[in-house]
Every structure is written in C-alpha cells, then in structure tokens.
C-alpha cells in the first residue's frame, strides 16, 4: 500500500516540470507591489490547466486571485507570493554583481519561490484527494504586494481568508525551520506630508514657511522618541521628498515615510499615535501645514502552536533536501561574497536562528541541512499575521540559498533559480501538503488546530489596523 508520504512526493515530482517552469517565468518577469500582472495571469493559467476554478479580483485587488478545486470540508488555503523588489535586478547563477538592468527589479526576497512553492503543495493536495476519492476543498490564495503593500491586510479586510479552516504557507531562506513561531512585528507605513510657503532664502528668508524644516524637526523628534519604546520596536524612515535641490530656496513642499513596528498591534498603533503628534508639533512650528497619508498596516503574527507543531513533525520525517558537489560549490562562492561581519552573523546572529548547537553543527558548511529546533526568534514584519489573526496559519523555512544569504540582496536574486532554490521550493510544497495531509486524515486533530484558535483570539477578534476609507492602490510606490 502506498503511503501518503510517497503518494505527495510522486505528485510533486509529476508535475516538477511544471512548477520549476513557473518559478522561472516569475523571476525572469519581476513586478513589484500591485503590479504583477504578468506573474498573476501566468498563475491563473497554469491552475486553470490543472482543473482550478479561478476567481480574479479576490478582495478588489487587480492582482489578486483565488483558485479552487474539490468539494465540502476542510478548506485547505495555500497562501502564494509573487512580488518582487525595486534595484534588486542581477543576472541567475553568478558570484558578481551583475544587474539585468540598472536600477531594474529582482525577487531579493524569493517570491518566485514562495508562490511555487504553495502552488505544488495545492497540486499536492488536488491529487492526493482525487486519488483517495476524499471529500475537500485545496485554495491557493494569490497575494500580490506582502513587499510594503500590506495585500494579505487588504484582502483579510475583505473577508477574503474567512472560509478556510487553515493557512499554509512558507519563506525561502538561508535555513530550515518553522517560522516565525514567536510572532512578528506588527507595523504602521505612514507618510507626513508638509506644505509651507517659498520664498528666496537670502532675499526674503523671512517670508518663507519651509516645509523641509518641518520633516527634519519630524525626524529629531522621533530620535528622542526612540528611547522611550519597547527595545523590541523599530522605527524607520525615508525623507521621500526634500522639496527639490535648490538650497537657496525655503521648500514648500516636502514629505517622510515612516515604517512603525512593535511585537503588539496596539503598541505599533500608540508609536504611529506619537509619531503623528511630533509630526504635528513640528507642523506647529514652521507654521506649515500637515497632511497624514495611510499607506499600509500588517498586525503581528500570531502563531498556532498546534498546527506548527504538525508542520514540524512533518518537515523532521522528510528531513533537509542532498545537495550535489556543484551545489556546495556555488554556495561556497555565495559564502565568500559576504563581508566578515555577514559570516559572523550567519552563525551567531539573526542570519540563522536556532540555539547554538544548531549553529555549531554548520560551521564549515556552505548550504544548511540541519533544521532548526521548533520555537526559535525571528524579527520581521509580514503581512501573513492578518491571515493568522482570521484563521489557524503555520509557515515553514526552507534552505534555497547558502548560509548567511540575505534577504532583499543580489545574492538572493542570483540563486533564485538555481537548483538549491528549487530543490528547497519542492521540499517546502512537500511539507505544507503533508501537513495538509494530516489534518483531511484525522479530524479531531483538525478541531484541536481550531479550537487553539478560537480560545486565543476568544476576547481580541481580528480588527483589520487598514481603515475602510484606504484602498489598494493600482500602483505602489516603496
């Protein structure tokens, strides 16, 4: 009798072809935030090859969609990225620098991967329940713009994940592991827009009202600020307009951005209220008038124990993925990019999470093929944590670059599609069906999952942090 373990891995392995092909396509077609028409439809058609009934829109974002096939419960969602980053744009398979095109795109976070790799664990699961004549319901759920464009907040908004009874997903990384199992950061995208009067600055300095004044004033105050907020907090900015080059004029015009993030939603929610209220304070004293525009929110990933830890089993009985001596090779390259400081914090910083003996058993190796204890820190912020506040969710790490590859760096663009990252993109489909697996097999198991969920948002029900008013832009600036 075949096992559901082989019946999962043959599934995977039918349509291989296919989903490697997908993962190429999306990393020669980078698209950033709300813009990924071409990764979209390429999506939308290789599951309607499949059987997939697909619905575009989902949540009215242009770049949305959610496809589904069978019936009945339980309503299995795989949640799918696409989107890539700006000036990340750099050749496959090099150990130099080397832009496609100058200041173009690249996927330096490994959403070509991550939307593969949800799309084969859907393939998976479409097989595994035709095959076992099984009564269920597989989603993939296409998220545009997690980069800084908050989609899954959108869509979770819209009630778009209400059906399911879980979310499965996953992230490329340097490393193996589940993620994210202590929560992440919620965050605010703020931006403060100032508006003075021009004036010449030598001539009449006396008559200008300088909006520039009042961005800096914004920033020194929120350096003040920084002392008096939870060590676990982040505070960032970009000045996104200085009001043009010309010093000897008093700038009517100018605006920052700033990304607000804390463990809890509602202390990210009291920074943004403080950072407004500086904002303010510093309007009132160039006698300039500020405007608020809300760009984004995520809230902070809520983990549910008991789905992770079947995701955990799961990823421990398939184990890490072999690599090939070429393999090791081109890692090793990789390795030797990265500047001493970057090697240092592969293995004794945030570049790879697990307690130290994990650590200690990768010294000297260039691709990791441990998988880190269950329950390790990660800092970050994505947009996955409005889906877990909604329904029971559980994502995976898997190893698709050397150790010490950082996100959003043309390192991470050049192993995009290289065998390693494929090679770890199946795995984690491998995983997240197999997860899926356990819980369509064993109901009762299922309900736990559910349950866990229910108690722990019992007195905090999820309240999307996007106001109503705000609404999913058809183009994104970063």
Not at 108 to 127: D, E, R, V, Y
Request: a negative charge.
């Amino acid at each position: 009798m075949v096992s559901t373990k082989e019946q999962i891995t043959e599934a995977i392995r039918l349509k291989e072809n296919v989903i490697i092909d997908t993962s190429k396509y999306i990393w020669n077609n980078p698209e950033t935030a709300f813009q990924e028409y071409k990764s979209m439809n390429y999506l939308c058609e290789v599951l309607e090859n499949e059987g997939f009934q697909v619905e575009k829109k989902a949540g009215n974002i242009e770049t949305s969609f959610v496809a589904t096939f069978g019936e009945g419960k339980p309503i299995i969602g795989f949640l799918g990225e696409f989107d890539a980053l700006s000036g990340l744009s750099q050749k496959a398979d090099t150990d130099e620098q080397d832009p496609i095109i100058d200041n173009g795109n690249g996927h330096g976070c490994g959403h070509n991967l991550l939307g593969t790799g949800s799309l084969a664990a859907a393939f998976a699961i479409k097989s595994y329940l035709e095959e076992n004549g099984l009564e269920g319901t597989v989603k993939y759920m296409g998220c545009p713009a997690e980069e800084g464009g908050a989609g899954k907040g959108f869509m979770a908004r819209e009630g778009v994940f209400d059906d399911l009874d879980v979310a499965l997903t996953w992230h490329p990384s340097p490393g193996n592991g589940i993620l994210m199992s202590s929560g992440s950061l919620a965050n605010y995208q703020i931006a403060y827009q100032f508006e003075g009067v021009s004036s010449h600055a030598a001539q009449s300095p006396h008559l200008g009202r300088s909006a520039l004044d009042a961005v800096e004033l914004t920033n020194v105050g929120v350096n003040y600020l920084r002392e008096h907020i939870k060590p676990e907090a982040r505070v960032h900015y970009a000045v996104t307009n200085t009001g043009g080059i010309a010093p000897n004029v008093v700038q009517a015009k100018a605006e920052v951005l700033y990304l607000m993030r804390s463990p809890n939603l509602q202390e990210a929610k009291n920074i943004y209220d403080r950072v407004t209220k500086i904002a303010e304070g510093a309007s009132l004293m160039t006698e300039t008038d500020m405007t608020l525009r809300f760009d984004t929110a995520v809230s902070n990933y809520v983990a549910n124990k008991s789905l992770e830890n079947i995701m955990y089993q799961k990823f421990t009985e398939l184990g890490t993925v072999k690599h090939t001596r070429e393999e090791e090779d081109f890692a090793k390259n990789i390795w030797n990019t990265f500047t001493n400081q970057e090697k240092d914090a592969a293995l004794t910083g945030l570049g790879m999470p697990g307690p130290m003996e994990k650590r200690n058993e990768l010294k000297g190796k260039y691709l990791s093929d441990v998988i880190s204890p269950y329950d390790t820190p990660a800092f970050g912020s994505t947009d996955v944590g409005d889906v877990s506040w909604v329904v029971p969710t559980a994502q995976c790490t898997v190893a698709t670059g050397a150790i010490g590859t950082p996100h959003h760096s043309w390192q991470m663009v050049s192993q995009g599609i290289s065998t390693i990252a494929h090679k770890g993109m199946l795995r984690a489909g491998e995983v997240m069906a197999l997860t899926a697996t356990e819980l369509i097999e064993n109901p009762e198991v299922l309900h736990k999952v559910q349950e866990e969920h229910k108690n722990t948002f019992a007195e905090s029900p999820y309240k999307s942090p996007i106001p109503n008013e705000v609404q999913p832009p058809s183009s994104f600036e970063e």
